[in-house]
């Protein structure tokens, strides 16, 4: 059965770093759209981070901008977000995402429209 199976989260404290890990069995990343999303409690899922076909361009929400790194290993099916300095605010469930459709001038809503998703990861940060 394919499916995306997320880990890496965890508790850290601030200014600390966490690597994510999206494993996408079933699927060839390549022909994706892939991303990170995050729902804090109460607020609405955002994106995070994508990378579009066909030329993989990178897309990073502005508050990721210099501090999180995504990437794939396609070889693998696997993809991940490296998060530096993380913050309380960026306590959240992560979820990573594949798309079929990709919208370069929205991205994360070509992901809310026809995305395949992972069940999530707990990602804790203390002050």
């Known amino acids: 059965e394919a499916q995306l199976v997320e880990s890496g989260g965890g508790l850290v404290q601030a200014g600390g770093s966490l690597r994510l890990s999206c494993a996408a069995s079933g699927f060839a990343l390549d022909d994706y759209a892939v991303a990170w999303f995050r729902r804090v409690p109460g607020k609405e899922r955002e994106g995070v981070s994508c990378?579009?076909?066909?030329?993989?361009?990178?897309y990073y929400a502005d508050f990721a901008k210099g501090r999180f790194t995504i990437s794939t290993d396609n070889a693998e099916s696997i993809l991940y977000l490296q998060m530096d300095k993380l913050q309380p605010e960026d306590t959240a469930t992560y979820y990573c995402a594949l798309s079929s459709v990709m919208y370069p001038d929205k991205w994360y809503s070509a992901f809310e429209d026809h995305g395949i998703w992972g069940q999530g990861t707990q990602v804790t940060v203390s002050s």
């Open positions: 990378i579009g076909p066909p030329d993989e361009t990178m």
